[in-house]
T-cell receptor
Framework: DGGITQSPKYLFRKEGQNVTLSCEQNLNHDAMYWYRQDPGQGLRLIYYSQIVNDFQKGDIAEGYSVSREKKESFPLTVTSAQKNPTAFYLC?????????????FGPGTRLTVL | AQSVTQLDSQVPVFEEAPVELRCNYSSSVSVYLFWYVQYPNQGLQLLLK??????LVKGINGFEAEFNKSQTSFHLRKPSVHISDTAEYFCAVFGQGAQKLVFGQGTRLTINP
């Protein structure tokens, strides 16, 4: 079955620690995205990548970093510089960075900072 | 730049009643419009999308939406809702030449028996 997987589903972190969220897709999609979701605020774009070895900042990139070494993988690191990291994180992909293509979403990772 | 406003943060309705979730957008260029549904603690699933052509778009689970260019709206409707429709619904817009999808704040649909 093709799809997007995110792991882990739940993640707990102590303040001051970096943590990496995994996102893998086997849909052969070129473009991948990371969103942050907070109650009542919809989805906000953190980073996106339209091709391997290239990525762009979204609206709230501060305190986050990404890499795109493989087409299938787009991991997100939440650094200690992110002051309020507790949130639900969603990864998505699309066949290409074209505007009329649907974005397919993973099941999400809920990060809680203790 | 594009923006999306979902006019209701919460919509409670009774089972088998009709429902309309409202979405307005702002853009200086032509747009592509999407509605997504999110069940609790899950990712988003596409309900329907408007790219071009007929302004009435039919999606999954009996939902439909109508693109109204003059009113810059893309309201989502269902003639008879079920308990299983309880979820959060997101409207999103992609402007021609843009590089990202812009989401509204979401509308939480609650179905009461």
């Amino acid at each position: 079955d093709g799809g997007i997987t995110q792991s882990p589903k739940y993640l707990f972190r102590k303040e001051g620690q970096n943590v990496t969220l995994s996102c893998e897709q086997n849909l052969n999609h070129d473009a991948m995205y990371w969103y942050r979701q907070d109650p009542g605020q919809g989805l906000r774009l953190i980073y996106y990548s339209q091709i391997v070895n290239d990525f762009q900042k979204g609206d709230i990139a501060e305190g986050y970093s990404v890499s795109r070494e493989k087409k299938e993988s787009f991991p997100l690191t939440v650094t200690s510089a992110q002051k309020n990291p507790t949130a639900f994180y969603l990864c998505a992909s699309s066949p290409r960075g074209r505007e009329n293509n649907e974005q397919f979403f993973g099941p999400g990772t809920r990060l809680t900072v203790l | 730049a594009q923006s999306v406003t979902q006019l209701d943060s919460q919509v409670p309705v009774f089972e088998e009643a009709p429902v309309e979730l409202r979405c307005n957008y702002s853009s200086s260029v032509s747009v592509y419009l999407f509605w997504y549904v999110q069940y609790p603690n899950q990712g988003l699933q596409l309900l329907l999308k408007y790219l071009s052509g007929s302004t009435l778009v039919k999606g999954i689970n009996g939902f439909e939406a109508e693109f109204n260019k003059s009113q810059t709206s893309f309201h989502l409707r269902k003639p008879s809702v079920h308990i299983s429709d309880t979820a959060e619904y997101f409207c999103a817009v992609f402007g021609q030449g843009a590089q990202k999808l812009v989401f509204g704040q979401g509308t939480r649909l609650t179905i009461n028996p």
